[in-house]
């Protein structure tokens, strides 16, 4: 009887016998099993990737100068950050945030908060930039249900054309991204209004001055809490500099102070999503640093962690946090991943690195060289519209005519075909489409990291114009009516 025991169980053992994955007709590779964000083509498989330089499986290495997607902001392969997660996972690797708290969270969150000058009070720790919105938004409701007396009318959202937030339902809700929106319009939450995006190239009227400029912005946005109901509005919410749907539109000077003086009037909050263009993009450790608008909720991601984890983070100012300490004493919101002690490792030493190194100086500098350049080196192609952007977030933008700023029709597909020069000549040029009204229009970003030296500086900036002028050379005759 033992006998037939101990054969049972090994047979349960042996490990399942499953087919071989099938194979592509046209390659013979093995058809992958992963949903990648295209089923029509595999992608290139990245092998490895140092410093600066992200090598491929089809044997090509490129600079690598879009750090990502705006991501890897010191670069690949930190020895520090390396060995500071691999500390962390020696002592503990996870912990549940419902009972337990732990010393490296506590540790991030001390740094970004000192980070802010103190104008901020508590961190809130998760995986993506789009948690990261949709905890603001909840935030922003519960704030309003903690203070005495509560406002329960407040329910409603005002955020702006040409905007990205994120991809889950509440932060797509929120963005004005009109192609990543489309599919699931009717999905989208119905309590968000949406103004005009602050975009001087787009939006400055022939002789009208900057100053006037911002006062039909916060007029607009006036109007907008009067129609939806100004105490139903828990938030305005904008990114300082529009990444991906515009292509790196900063704000006018003034423009913030002018919307933040609109949303004291009604006694709504500002959200200020730096997912993008914050953590030292843009010069400044926060992008609202440069003009002193503080914002009363702060979303943050991609250069906290620089790519080492899947990491994002919330930061709420101190009138937030007295509202829920003097109400309830907790916020209604929770992930099985919140603070993962792994990532706030990472990320603690992405941003001890970023401060003992004075990275975000370095990025002012290099940033103006970088903008001098690209000004001198395109701002004369006939097909370069625009050249706009902060510290290391740049973006160019496209046209077929450049004196009626008419974009190029989609089919033209210019962001993409330059993007694909530039894998070919060894950049990264990251491509955007809907520039000028969600559908027409194109732009790439550039967003290198932190660590430029000059040498690379201009190494980039020769690159980009080389990449540019082949690809409009290379370009047939295109139609535009």
Excluded at 94 to 123: D, R, W
Excluded at 410 to 432: E, W
Excluded at 452 to 458: A, F, L, R, V, Y
Excluded at 467 to 481: D, R
């Amino acid at each position: 009887m033992g006998s037939v025991q101990t054969v049972e169980v090994a047979a349960a053992t042996e490990p399942p016998k499953f087919p071989s994955p099938p194979e592509s007709p046209e390659d013979h590779q093995p058809v992958s099993a992963v949903l990648h964000r295209t089923l029509n083509s595999a992608p290139l498989q990245v092998v490895s990737a140092n410093d600066k330089y992200v090598s491929f499986s089809d044997g090509s290495t490129i600079l690598d100068t879009t750090c990502g997607a705006g991501v890897a902001c010191i670069g690949y392969n930190n020895k520090r950050v390396r060995e500071a997660m691999i500390n962390q996972i020696d002592k503990f690797s996870y912990c549940n945030s419902m009972f337990f708290g732990h010393p490296i969270g506590e540790q991030l969150a001390t740094e970004l908060i000192h980070g802010t000058g103190g104008v901020m009070s508590k961190a809130y720790i998760m995986c993506s930039g789009s948690e990261a919105m949709e905890a603001a938004m909840k935030m922003a409701r519960q704030y309003y249900m903690e203070v005495s007396p509560p406002q329960p009318k407040r329910v409603n959202f005002i955020a702006r054309e040409g905007s990205y937030h994120g991809t889950t339902l509440g932060s797509l809700s929120m963005s004005g991204h009109v192609a990543r929106r489309g599919l699931f319009t009717d999905m989208l939450l119905p309590n968000i209004g949406r103004v005009s995006a602050c975009n001087a190239y787009r939006g400055i009227a022939e002789g009208q001055t900057v100053e006037e400029y911002v006062q039909q912005l916060a007029d607009e946005l006036d109007r907008k809490f009067q129609q939806m109901g100004p105490d139903t509005v828990c938030a305005f919410v904008a990114e300082p500099v529009v990444g991906a749907t515009l292509g790196c539109v900063p704000a006018v000077l003034g423009y913030f102070k002018a919307m933040k003086k609109v949303c004291e009037k009604y006694g709504a909050l500002l959200i200020l999503d730096e997912v993008m263009s914050g953590m030292g993009r843009c010069g400044t450790l926060h992008a609202w640093q440069q003009e002193d608008v503080q914002p009363d909720i702060q979303t943050i991601a991609k250069g906290l962690g620089g790519g080492y984890a899947s990491i994002a983070g919330m930061l709420i100012n101190h009138r937030i946090a007295d509202a829920l300490k003097g109400g309830t004493g907790a916020f209604y919101h929770g992930h099985t991943y919140q603070g993962h002690p792994v990532a706030c490792a990472a990320a603690l030493e992405v941003q001890r690195i970023i401060r003992t190194d004075n990275l975000v100086a370095n990025v002012r500098r290099t940033g103006r060289q970088l903008e001098a350049l690209l000004h001198e080196y395109l701002d004369p192609h006939p097909h370069v519209g625009n050249v706009r952007g902060k510290g290391l977030f740049w973006g160019i933008e496209f046209v077929a005519d450049k004196d009626t700023k008419e974009p190029f029709p989609r089919p033209a597909n210019i962001a993409n075909l330059i993007h694909t020069k530039g894998m070919k000549l060894g950049i990264s040029l990251y491509p955007g489409t809907g520039t000028m009204d969600g559908i027409l229009g194109d732009h790439v970003l550039l967003a290198p990291a932190y660590t430029s030296t000059p040498e690379e500086i201009k190494e980039i900036a020769l690159k980009v114009k080389d990449v540019i002028y082949k690809t409009f050379e290379e370009l047939p005759p295109i139609t535009t009516t």
